[in-house]
């Protein structure tokens, strides 16, 4: 992964011509940012390890595997959202103190058994994709802070193919779980954006949610079972299916972020590769109307594997891209479908039904196609638009089919709002990409024209959304996580009483607060 941006260097490209051009429409004069610093020129506190702390991690996991080289330093700095990409382009910079890459479960334990003995944060990391803020380098009481590096922990440990699941090491990526699944003729089918990067133990962390929902589900629906090793013993999970053995302990795992203990080994539900794959896009008169048919074909049931909704703005942005600047500058939204497995053309006549009522045109496979191929090279667009001084940034919420409308209202007027008091145009885009018989997602695209102290900026517009989302019956996440930038808001979704729950099971399996501190519960309710 690019250390300051997303995926492969090799594929880092410039802004599509068109969307150059729709800039000064949507956003006025953008002026082009200082170059970034280069890695070599960026500038790390010394290392906080003691030569003991040093010893003691190398009897851990092997001195090789234990790395306080300032680049590997820098590269575990963080996640992937524009805060901190934007850090990443600084030449001052805050890192863990050292990297370590245990190989098993084995390993991890003996990292815990160091840290807590010595008082050290560890901050687990998988494939480094987090968009929360919960990779941030956060000692909170100790004296030091390391990145697990979990990557070593890869490959398919076990197929039970009678029974239709698979154990994963928790640091294997999600292309190459696919990979090793699909030499057996299966396929995990779980596709988030960060689908390349990010690791199965991520996914179960951070309760993902991928592409293929609709007809997969997400990912925690996917988990049948799990491995974790915990600062005060490890445990595993998952005896049999349906069991009603007191309350599912499964459940505490995902979407714990690591302040828990160290998800190992998970096992997921698998299935054999679909068959037959079918595209269909639709367009839509506006995005009321496509939300209206999105919530016909969750309640009907049995529609596609993919269904996706984008906006008036997002529209308009995706044509530009492909050089359809004309098109981009007329009206309406659009439906991506995709069909994966058997009986594709019986759900594609119900799903088709459901949409032409409410207001859909077919538009044909060609836009759908489209989409599928440029899905996960979306993020590369977010640099070059860093790079030319755009600030681009996401964020997301659900909430049920009655109050989406609402909600949407409330967040563009936040967001547009916030940029409006320091003078800054915005455009603000939103899709529906997860889809449920109750209720959907909201994913929200931001693009402003920002000067001065963007992460400042940044960080006020993004309180004003959070707490419009919460007065608005939104939830704080619906797949991102909640990390160190949602945790201030956590109470006002669970309650005092369900802030007291999560509390009790952190001190009960990490009384000494080395995992992760900040994220999920700040760092006051932690003792």
Known sequence: ??????????????????????????????????????????????????????????????????????????????????????????????????????????????????????????????????????????????HAVVSLDLRRLSGLIRLDEISGDAVLAAGTTGPEAEALLSARGYELGHFPQSFRYATIGGFAAARSSGQNSAGNGRFDTMVTGIRVATPTGDIELGRSPGSAAGPDLIRIFLGSEGIFGVITEVRVRVHPIPRDRLFESWSFPDFASGAEGLRGVAQQGGGPTVIRLSDEAETAVSLAQVGRIGKALAKGASVVTVYEGEDIAERRARTGARLAAAGGVSAGEGPAEEWRKGRFDGPYLRDSLLDAGVFCETLETATTWSNLKALRSAVESALKAGFADVGAKSYVMCHVSHIYPSGASLYFTVLAALRGEPLRVWDAVKARVNDAIISSGGTISHHHAVGRDHAPWLRQEIGETGIRILSAIKRELDPAGVLNPGAVLPLERMH
């Not at 190398?58 to 992937?80: L, M």
């Open 1 to 142: 992964m690019r250390w300051n941006g997303w995926g492969d260097p090799a594929k880092a490209k410039d802004l599509p011509l068109a969307v150059r051009a729709l800039l000064p429409m949507l956003l006025g004069r953008v002026r082009k940012p200082d170059p970034a610093v280069e890695l070599a020129h960026v500038q790390l506190a010394p290392s906080r390890l003691t030569d003991e702390d040093h010893a003691a991690f190398c009897t851990a996991v092997g001195p090789e595997n234990v790395d306080a080289a300032a680049e590997a330093r820098i590269r575990h700095a963080g996640g992937r959202s524009t805060p901190d990409l934007l850090r990443r382009r600084e030449v001052h910079q805050v890192a863990p103190d050292a990297v370590l890459r245990p190989a098993d479960h084995a390993e991890v334990r003996a990292c815990l058994d160091v840290a807590v003995a010595r008082g050290i944060a560890v901050i687990p990391f998988g494939g480094g994709t987090s968009v929360v803020g919960a990779l941030d380098p956060e000692r909170g009481l100790h």
